[in-house]
């Protein structure tokens, strides 16, 4: 709860000062308003001393009792004006979320006239016409307060009036009034909290200072602006005697700003923002903007995960990332059987051996990618698949060498075209990099720049890294990009990359990174944002980067079919590990590991029998937070025994099987014994066969 | 004829020189009780088809009949009549629960929108709708962000559910889940049609989806209808080339 609430020292210390000044409001005044008002002629305009620690004004009055006193009518009149305001400015600033169109664009364009009005010449235009003394100060600054609050509602209605849960609220056949009160109030209330509690505050100082030029509050009443101008023409001799009530000004309105930061944070702790929160308590900085798309999946969001974004950097000019290894716990004494070893000849294009990645939680670190080792070979098509959470994005942003912190990643070895990364450092590894890599996300906007013509960003890693001339660089970018069939490759280096379709945005990007001629693009989820016929364009470019320069493609992706169809070799991963690699001519007959074949199965294809109810697998993956010591998958394998439940089961080759390795307690005998989790789906391969 | 018809739609999203037409001129039948497929990708109008169905967005010219009535640009209190009879699941359940809401506050607030309930009849009939698209009814205090895809997908199905409708417009409802857990999801939508006779439009990207819960199947591109039939008969022969080059990526995929 604390750490929820963000309560520090300094912040509690705040909400005392707070609670003691709403303890005053009640008591204050039956407390002390004896010795406010009572009048001493011996004692007139008194210096600060024991009886009186503030010191008497010019009747004599304790003003240290003047001012707690004043404690009520000052918080009241500010909490008035900002209730004022805030009422008038909440309800105009609904108004467009229920009205239709015309009439909503009437009442915006009205909120922003009143908003463009400066509001001292707004308070002064109502005080007019109100008169000066306290209510009116209060009605002046209340209406000056409204077209803000408006505005900030209006917004935020806006945002969350076109919330899928709002529009799915009204096709059930909610009224208005309560998709008002049920879901956008509710939904906005936090922020509003917030704006009301600083407008508090403002209007403290606003009230204080029209009191203090005898515009607002009148005698006999007084609030602390009243009694500040009182105080201040005897600021030398009596320094407290205006210190006090400019003190006690400040001091409410900052406990009350704590106060809005406090609430406002319970209130959106209710919601969503709180997994938000606590990564970010976590340490796992938003800002991070690799970690983005990762942290997404980590906090189990079932959708495939955002993009990454723009430090996404052009593909070819890999960021040098400086994931030192960090603390990682060494994991359970699980002896992992090594990437099967290259084969003579070029040394392989990527070789990691036991990677992990881990991360700091508000639980201790999790380890999302544990112990997993790859190699992909000279020229080969690599595939990893997995469902959202298994690791698998992260285990090729390491592999890439684009992890930051929070991000440690550790790896036994880790080598790029046979060279390890880490005996390199700064610009050697950054060449290394620029050179052996390119990365593919899945957003092609987010590896590009919108400001930027497509010429400067496609040939500037040529001219970097392969020491050519711009014109040298301008043909092998216009042949790249002729080998992936863009049409009119010579005018589209001229466009932004706004004026490209997404299919010929993707090949752009994957244009940028074969022209440094890289040994191994590793391509995260290519093809997830865009159509049939475009992922198509797209994985036939990679296939022909991969055919005619002989890089080796490592394809990231959570559908099987595209894995399948596009790789010579799969890794499927589940819970962070590697459960099972193996040819991908295999995968569908072949697969032994209890996930591969249930998730086979689960995927309908242009097979499965109609009358038949889909296999599924029970339960949901597991998020990083939850993975167990033993084997990930147990909890919903119909196989699993005390022993999956309690034991890691290693990764280890197949017997019989070269290329093949599995991390299972209870591999499937090799295209025999049905999978019962999987039943329906091989009886159906028996009747196709 | 009962059920759904839509005929020579036209919606416009977006205004000024944005506004495109997202769907130009579109004949689609959903007869009572039958399950259509609608296909088609990203950008071919078929999510905001879905949305002109339960009157989220006002067609610029064409009809929508329900049972023979003409609900296209309904307002007010026949537009609540068109949603009684027509709900709608949307693609992403995160984004469609309101995170503040309960499940079981979710559900209730469905089904007292067009009825009265009291507030034993409410819970009991909150039990209902879970047991109905088989959650374990103690989620009915559970939030949508305690709940896994899948779950919280089928909670949207029992809102839709909760309102008794005769026709469920299902935008991808699997696109948003992972591998793992779509197939519950496609199955209850199939046993949901044999159990209660409900008339299914299931969009989806995905040919193979469409393929295996649908009867009949619409082939959209580019806001028009390209393609329509029975689908043993469609797959089996499409005559449209785009028809032809889904179906060639779901059998290579």
């Known amino acids: 709860m604390r750490e929820r ?14 609670a003691a000044l709403l303890a005053l409001v009640v008591a204050g005044p039956p407390l002390w308003s004896g010795a406010a008002d009572e009048i001493d002629t011996a004692a007139m305009r008194a210096g600060a001393s024991a009886a009186h620690p503030f010191g008497t004004d010019q009747l004599g009055r304790d003003l240290l009792a003047r001012v707690l006193v004043a404690t009520r009518l ?43 009005i400066p509001g001292l010449l707004l308070a002064l235009l109502v005080a007019t016409i109100v008169g000066i003394g306290a209510k009116g100060a209060v009605i002046a600054l209340g209406v000056a307060l409204a077209p803000q609050a408006a505005r900030l509602t209006q917004t935020l209605a806006a945002s969350v009036g076109g919330a899928e849960y709002v529009a799915a609220s009204r096709v059930v056949g909610v009224r208005w009034p309560r998709l008002l009160g049920r879901h956008i109030l509710p939904n906005i209330a936090a922020p509003l909290v917030l704006q009301f509690a600083m407008a508090t505050s403002q209007a403290l100082l606003a009230l204080s200072a029209l009191s203090f030029l005898g515009l607002g509050v009148q005698s006999p009443d007084y609030d602390w602006g009243a009694l500040l101008s009182v105080g201040l023409d005897r600021m030398y001799v009596t320094p407290m005697a205006a210190l006090g009530p400019g003190l006690a000004i400040v001091l409410a309105g900052v406990a009350i700003n704590a106060g809005g930061d406090v609430l406002a944070a319970a209130i959106a702790t209710d919601a969503p923002q709180r997994a938000r929160r606590r990564r970010r308590a976590a340490g796992l900085a938003p800002s991070a903007t690799l970690a983005a798309p990762v942290a997404e999946a980590l906090a189990d969001e079932a959708a495939p995960a955002a993009a990454a974004s723009a430090a996404a950097a052009p593909a070819a000019a890999a960021p040098a990332a400086d994931a030192a290894p960090g603390d990682v716990p060494a994991a359970p004494a699980v002896d992992p059987a090594p990437a099967p070893p290259a084969p003579a000849g070029p040394p392989a294009a990527l070789r990691v051996e036991r990677l992990s990645v881990s991360l700091p939680a508000a639980e201790g670190a999790v380890t999302p990618v544990r112990e997993v080792s790859l190699t992909v070979g000279h020229g080969e098509r690599v595939g990893i698949v997995g469902e959202s959470g298994s690791g698998k994005s992260l285990t ?46 899945q957003d092609p906007l987010s590896a590009l720049n919108p400001a930027l013509r497509l010429r400067r960003q496609l040939t500037e890693a040529a001219i970097e890294h392969r020491d050519l001339d711009a014109g040298e660089a301008t043909e092998a ?83 099987i079919g595209v894995i399948a169809s596009f790789c010579e070799r799969v890794l499927v991963m589940y819970g962070g590990r590697i459960v099972e690699e193996l040819p991908a001519a295999d995968l569908r007959e072949r697969a032994v590991h209890p996930y591969t074949r249930a998730l086979l199965a689960a995927v309908p294809d242009m097979e499965t029998d109609r009358d038949r109810p889909l296999p599924t697998i029970p339960g949901r993956p597991p998020t990083a937070a939850e993975l167990p010591a033993s084997c990930a998958f147990a909890a919903r394998c119909a196989f699993a025994s005390e022993r999956c439940r309690a034991q890691q089961p290693p990764l280890v080759a197949l017997d019989g099987a070269p290329g093949r390795r599995v991390a299972c307690w209870h591999p499937a005998p090799d295209a025999a014994a049905p999978a019962p989790a999987a039943a329906a789906g091989d009886e159906r391969e028996e009747e196709r066969r | 004829m009962s059920g759904l018809a839509v005929r020579g739609l036209r919606v416009q999203v977006g205004s000024g020189r944005n506004a495109h037409v997202a769907v130009d001129g579109v004949d689609l039948d959903v007869p009572a009780g039958t399950v259509v497929g609608l296909v088609g990708e990203s950008g071919s109008g078929k999510s905001t088809l879905a949305r002109a169905t339960v009157g989220l967005v006002a067609p610029v010219a064409g009809r929508i009949e329900y049972d023979g009535e003409d609900f296209a640009g309904a307002r007010g209190r026949r537009l609540r009549r068109l949603r ?74 029992a809102r839709a559910l909760a309102v008794r409708p005769d026709l469920i417009v299902a935008d991808e409802p699997t696109a948003a889940l992972d591998v793992s857990v779509q197939g519950a999801v496609l199955n209850l939508l199939r046993d949901l049609r044999e159990q209660s006779g409900l008339s299914l439009l299931v969009i989806s990207h995905d040919m193979a989806i469409v393929r295996y819960v649908s009867d009949r199947v619409a082939v959209m591109r580019g806001g028009r209808i390209v393609e329509e039939g029975e689908a043993a008969a469609l797959m089996a022969s499409p005559r449209n080339d785009y028809t032809r080059l889904l179906l060639d990526a779901a059998a290579g995929g």
């Open chain 1, 396 to 441: 090729a942003l390491a592999a890439a060498a684009l992890l930051e912190p929070p991000f440690a990643v550790e790896t036994a070895a880790h080598e790029i075209a046979g060279e390890p990364l880490f005996a390199r450092a700064g610009t050697g590894r950054r060449r290394l990099l620029g050179r052996s890599l390119a990365v593919v996300f």
């Open chain 2, 84 to 157: 009684r009879r027509v709900q709608l699941v949307f693609q992403d359940p995160r984004a469609s629960l309101d995170p503040r809401m309960t499940v079981g506050e979710t559900l209730a607030e469905a089904a007292t929108a067009h009825r009265r309930l009291g507030r034993a009849a409410r819970a009991a009939e909150v039990r209902r709708l879970l047991e109905q698209v088989q959650l374990d009814p103690a989620h009915a205090a559970s939030r949508p962000a305690s709940l896994s895809g899948g779950q919280r997908q089928r909670v949207s199905l």
């Open chain 1, 5 to 18: 609430l963000d309560l520090t020292p300094g912040r509690i210390a705040l909400l005392a000062v707070l």
């Open chain 1, 477 to 559: 970018a216009i042949e790249r990009l002729r080998e992936l069939r863009l049409t009119r490759p010579e005018q589209r280096l001229g466009q932004h990359p706004h004026e490209l379709s997404g299919g010929m945005r993707q090949r752009a990007v994957i244009a940028m990174g074969m022209t440094v001629r890289p040994g191994l693009i590793v391509a995260d989820e290519p093809t997830t944002a865009l159509d049939v016929a475009v992922e198509r364009e797209v994985l036939a470019a990679l296939r022909r980067a991969n055919d005619e320069d002989g890089t080796a493609i490592l394809l990231i992706s959570h559908d």
């Open chain 1, 74 to 116: 000052s918080l009241l009149l500010a909490l008035a004006t900002a209730a004022l305001g805030f009422a008038l400015g909440v309800a105009v600033g609904l108004l467009p979320a229920l009205l239709g169109p015309r009439l909503r664009s009437v009442v915006a364009t009205t909120i922003n006239l009143f908003v463009a």
